[in-house]
């Protein structure tokens, strides 16, 4: 098993792109910046944070234990460093995300000097000014909750606390301006002195990295990177902020609700995101060399001791500085490792083209998928079930992590309990290699798609195996008729709920297409899955209709029966209500496929009447 968490172990190759960043970081010219590190859900965004914090720790630790200094770099001998981790999805529930996170930032600069005080001088001074400046941000706070002005003069230093502050003027015009309520006035005088204390702190760099900022609410996304850019984007900073790009950029837009207009070239939500983030650097997908390079490790992780499985990850990363680009396969493995046993490592290998094949190259997903996996073969070994074979349980598990295809598995349950635990699939296999596709009659229809007809083809063949013990061991997914591990983006689940608040068609016609523009086919049934579950329950769900119906250029469905079939899945056609009517027009005008399976729908009365008037109107 593995754990899901970030880690500083690099299994896929990342480390370059950390590397990368450490270099402009420690560049001087650079600062201050903002550097944004994108990425899907589960790409790996903090364990790319977490390697490139550990580089500059050991690029600290390298300078400490040198007598010289640096001259390609001008390094002083004395230069400090600060590291800040702000996890903003943690502090989503306070009332100010952030201030708290300026007051994180600032608590960290006084812990650091305390650890430190023999390096630095004036140590007392640096902490009657941080002491000032967290009193800026708390009084801050309570004009944030509307106290009256007698009520934060309470909160005033005493005189005593400004006599021992040097240039007591300035943090003196820094209290008068948050007692009038002056903002801008503050965010100005506040900026000064922070970059007065960094600098005097001799500090070459502060490096603030704020990471699960796509978990939260648009509003706290927008606090916290417009904190950054009025507060504490000073010289000698840096901030390292990881999310994905795409939920940003919707939290922008539902924040600044900025009409689009057609001679405009870019998004202006992209163009606002641009003037927060200096350097947006995006992690790429996974390439196949990669993917098999990950799972490989992943095994020897898993059935190695440590000290072999360290010596393996040593050897992989060097192979990896001089080759950024073949596969680190476990003939490599073996030839650097000649006394291992690699035989339980060799037994799992054949899974690893279904993989590849058929997931999509995501990290946090592999590793969820395999986890899977290990926990079925040992509830199989617990039951007793002898000859599970790995490759055969992926093949099916690839099938049932599928949003779109998941309830293929299903009818594959079916089909195998039918027949005593058998498919009689050898036939069907073969067609699906062929020009002219499945031609079975009881395969055709709902296993001709490219997906179905590949995964068909795939070795192993699933012809003359019992598969009973297999579905057993998956009889969790069985049960709810859903994916094992159905996953659903934060950027979709986020999507569909603004989808519902709209209170018109025609709202949703100005607004779905810009959202679904940089959505992937899977996210896009996603929300097909979200609207199908919703309408399970109440099949006149008039918000789930006013999707649909708005979705005039057919960008959902997309002219995909599949995904058709997926919507409709256990939901009460003959109880929707006539306000779906254009949508059942709009499908069945589709010839072919489609027009017919809506077509076999059962349908209520007044739906019947009202998709003909719309039929006439439209002739």
């Known amino acids: 098993m593995w754990s899901d968490n970030e880690t500083t172990q690099d299994l896929l190759g990342y480390q370059v792109h950390a590397d990368l960043?450490?270099?402009?970081?420690?560049?001087?010219?650079?600062?201050?910046?903002?550097?944004?590190?994108?990425?899907?859900?589960g790409s790996g965004k903090s364990s790319l944070m977490l390697l490139l914090k550990k580089g500059i720790e050991s690029w600290i630790e390298g300078i400490q234990k040198s007598n010289k200094a640096l001259p390609a770099d001008g390094v002083k001998e004395n230069d400090k460093i600060l590291q800040v981790n702000f996890n903003s999805w943690q502090f989503e529930s306070y009332d100010s995300t952030k201030l708290t996170m300026i007051e994180t930032i600032l608590?960290?600069?006084?812990?650091?000097?305390?650890?430190?005080?023999?390096?630095?001088?004036?140590?007392?001074?640096?902490f009657a000014r941080i002491k000032f400046l967290k009193a800026g941000v708390f009084i801050l706070k309570k004009v944030h909750e509307n106290l009256t002005p007698d009520c934060i003069k309470k909160w005033l230093p005493s005189k005593e606390e400004l006599d021992v502050i040097t240039g007591k003027d300035k943090y003196n015009k820094l209290m008068e301006d948050v007692g009038k309520g002056n903002t801008s006035k503050f965010i100005e005088t506040f900026r000064n002195l922070f970059e007065e204390l960094v600098k005097d702190a001799a500090y070459k760099a502060v490096v603030v990295y704020i990471d699960d900022l796509d978990r939260c609410d648009p509003r706290r996304i927008i606090e916290c990177l417009e904190a950054v850019k009025l507060f504490v984007n000073v010289d000698r900073t840096a901030f390292v902020i990881g999310a994905d790009e795409r939920i940003i950029e919707y939290a922008i837009s539902q924040h600044y609700p900025i009409?689009?207009?057609?001679e405009d070239i870019s998004s202006p939500f992209s163009d606002y995101l641009e003037k927060l983030i200096q350097l947006p650097y995006k992690i790429p997908k996974l390439s196949d060399n990669e993917q098999e390079t990950y799972i490989t490790l992943l095994l020897c992780k898993n059935h190695l001791r440590r000290m072999d499985f360290d010596d393996v990850h040593k050897k992989y990363k060097e192979f990896r500085k001089s080759d950024k680009h073949s596969k680190y396969n476990i003939e490599d493995i073996k030839k650097g490792s000649p006394n291992v046993d690699f035989q339980h490592i060799e037994y799992m290998l054949p899974i690893v083209p279904l993989i590849k094949q058929f997931l999509n190259g995501n990290p946090r997903q592999l590793k969820r998928f395999m986890n899977t996996l290990y926990v079925r073969k040992e509830l199989a070994e617990v039951a007793g079930f002898d000859g599970i074979r790995p490759d055969v349980l992926v093949k099916l598990m690839v099938l049932e992590y599928n949003t779109l295809y998941a309830l293929r598995f299903e009818d594959l349950y079916k089909k195998q309990r039918e027949n005593g635990g058998m498919l009689q699939i050898a036939q069907v296999e073969e067609q699906a290699t062929t020009t002219e596709g499945v031609q079975d009659p009881l395969w055709k229809e709902d296993w001709s798609s490219d997906y179905l007809r590949r995964w068909l083809a795939a070795k192993p063949s699933l012809d003359g195996i019992n598969l009973q013990n297999y579905f057993w061991v998956a009889r969790d997914a069985l049960k709810n008729e859903k994916p094992v591990a159905s996953l659903v983006t934060s950027k979709v689940m986020l999507m569909f709920k603004r989808l519902c608040v709209l209170q018109s068609s025609s709202l949703i016609k100005k607004e779905l297409p810009n959202m679904l523009k940089d959505c992937d086919d899977s996210e896009k049934e996603m929300l097909i899955r979200l609207i199908n579950e919703k309408l399970c329950t109440n099949s006149e769900a008039i918000d789930c209709w006013r999707i649909l119906v708005g979705d005039e250029n057919n960008l959902?469905?997309?002219n995909n029966v599949d995904r058709l079939k997926l919507l409709f899945h256990h939901v009460k056609t003959d109880k929707v209500d006539p306000q779906a009517a254009p949508f059942f027009t709009a499908m069945l005008s589709i010839e072919g496929e489609i027009h017919d399976y809506i077509e076999s729908l059962p349908k209520g009365g007044p739906l019947m009447k009202a998709i003909k008037v719309k039929q006439k109107m439209i002739k």
């Open 21 to 41: 960043l450490q270099k402009i970081i420690l560049n001087e010219s650079m600062l201050p910046i903002s550097i944004g590190v994108f990425g899907n859900w």
């Open 107 to 126: 608590d960290a600069l006084s812990n650091d000097i305390n650890e430190k005080k023999d390096v630095f001088e004036k140590a007392d001074d640096f």
């Open 259 to 262: 009409k689009m207009k057609k």
């Open 556 to 558: 959902l469905v997309d």
